[in-house]
């Protein structure tokens, strides 16, 4: 028998040593730990449900993660046993901060592991990954994010990891390989993977994408999110040539877009040939896609949303949305007043990153009204309360469906009329005129 052959055998010891039902690894939770889990589709499921299961033995756990699945623990009896620190709300953890239930970390998502790193503890750490390969690495392909610090802190300070092996987990490049000499429990689980329905595209969303895909050059790089309004600019981007892509989600609008040759890397400055991203969201599509497919590579957030990392790459092009935009240019992506609804994930990070680029944009979008078309989405200042996301000094464009408002390099009275030109026309009106109370125009 040759070392290496020796070696993979000792890989398959470990791993059945290692290996433990839910409950059992739930089991090694003590009152007073403080728990990290991956956002989205990293989360492990069966580990989560085990913990709230057992929750009333436990007092004052805390668990640090970033958009939740599991609503097990997400109520208000729960808190004293197991509390979270929200540092991205979700559907499932939402209720939870504004009731005050559980907490909220504010935070760019680029210093999510720094924090993690600086602030807070990890007795144990837990994350869904792809089967072990020949040499012992296990891929967290679907949530690479902070999950990487997470481990390596618990390692460090003599705490435990917990992996949740899902063949249905896709295995990818990158910097995103766990060892199972680093892990302590082993939970094996064949559940389908949490998948997101693709929302149909509205008319306003179609006219926002059509606006922002006339301004992408061919060869640009892209960065967008999840929503109606970055698949529409999929869907206008499909005929584009020569794409990259950094971006920290990769999406079935992403997929499309390899898929049809109008992504290919060839022109990156940075990762030529590569789609680089941190976490996946979608269909089952979008899994099977980035499995062993050595076009996609998954890195930490540290990384993939540093805007000094960012702004390396000529002509970046950052597509996110908001809730409000006032008329100075300020940006509240993430609370209605006081109340938090998400958090500002990456939005900032790649804004500053496009003005750092050299051709670079960013484009912030909204559709000009909510509610029915009864309140304006471009307001004279901000709801009391909200949370500024994106500052004035770093948004570079705002879109509706009326069009593209330049603000950078424009003054505060040429930012307010080119934004009330992008308004609806029912509130251009007493824009106008608030504008001019402000000594805006």
């Not at 728990?35 to 580990?47: A, K, S």
């Not at 009333?56 to 620190?85: M, W």
Request: net charge negative; charged share 20%; with cysteine.
């Amino acid at each position: 028998m040759n070392v290496v052959t020796l070696s993979k055998k000792n890989f398959q010891q470990e791993y059945q040593q290692k290996l433990c039902t839910a409950a059992e690894a739930a089991s090694i939770v003590r009152s007073g730990d403080h728990l990290c889990f991956p956002l989205g589709v990293g989360e492990p499921t069966l580990f989560v449900r085990a913990l709230a299961a057992r929750k009333r033995e436990l007092e004052g756990v805390v668990v640090n993660q970033q958009h939740h699945l599991c609503p097990d623990y997400f109520t208000e009896d729960s808190a004293p046993h197991i509390k979270v620190n929200a540092w991205f709300t979700s559907h499932v953890s939402r209720e939870a901060v504004q009731k005050g239930w559980a907490d909220f970390v504010p935070n760019h998502f680029s210093e999510v592991p720094k924090l993690l790193s600086m602030y807070w503890p990890v007795e144990v750490a837990g994350t869904v990954v792809s089967p072990m390969d020949e040499y012992g690495y296990f891929t967290c392909s679907l949530s690479v994010g902070y999950t990487m610090e997470a481990v390596r802190k618990a390692i460090q300070t003599g705490g435990k990891v917990v992996v949740q092996v899902n063949p249905q987990c896709p295995r990818t490049h990158g910097n995103c390989h766990i060892h199972i000499s680093e892990v302590t429990h082993i939970i094996e689980c064949d559940e389908p993977l949490k998948e997101l329905d693709i929302p149909p595209i509205s008319p306003i969303e179609e006219a926002i994408g059509g606006y922002i895909a006339e301004m992408i050059d061919d060869g640009s790089t892209v960065q967008m999110g999840w929503g109606g309004i970055p698949n529409a600019v999929c869907q206008a981007l499909l005929k584009k040539k020569d794409l990259g892509i950094h971006t920290e989600l990769i999406s079935n609008g992403i997929v499309d877009l390899m898929l049809a040759g109008a992504v290919n890397n060839s022109r990156k400055s940075i990762h030529r040939g590569k789609t680089v991203g941190t976490f996946a969201l979608g269909t089952r599509k979008v899994f099977d896609f980035m499995n062993e497919n050595p076009t996609i590579e998954m890195h930490p957030v540290d990384y993939v949303n540093d805007p000094y990392v960012i702004g390396q790459m000529d002509n970046m092009i950052a597509i996110n949305a908001t809730i409000q935009v006032d008329l100075l240019g300020q940006c509240c992506s993430e609370s209605f007043g006081h109340l938090q609804w998400s958090g500002t994930g990456g939005q900032a990070d790649f804004a500053r990153g496009a003005n750092r680029s050299r051709g670079g944009k960013a484009f912030i979008c909204t559709a000009s009204t909510a509610k029915n078309g009864t309140v304006s989405c471009i307001v004279p200042s901000l709801m009391a309360g909200s949370s500024v996301t994106t500052s004035k000094n770093d948004v570079d464009h705002v879109v509706t469906e009326f069009g593209v408002a330049k603000l950078r390099g424009q003054t505060a009275k040429q930012r307010a009329m080119n934004l009330i030109n992008v308004a609806h026309p029912d509130f251009r009106g007493e824009l106008m005129e608030a504008a001019r109370r402000m000594n805006r125009i």
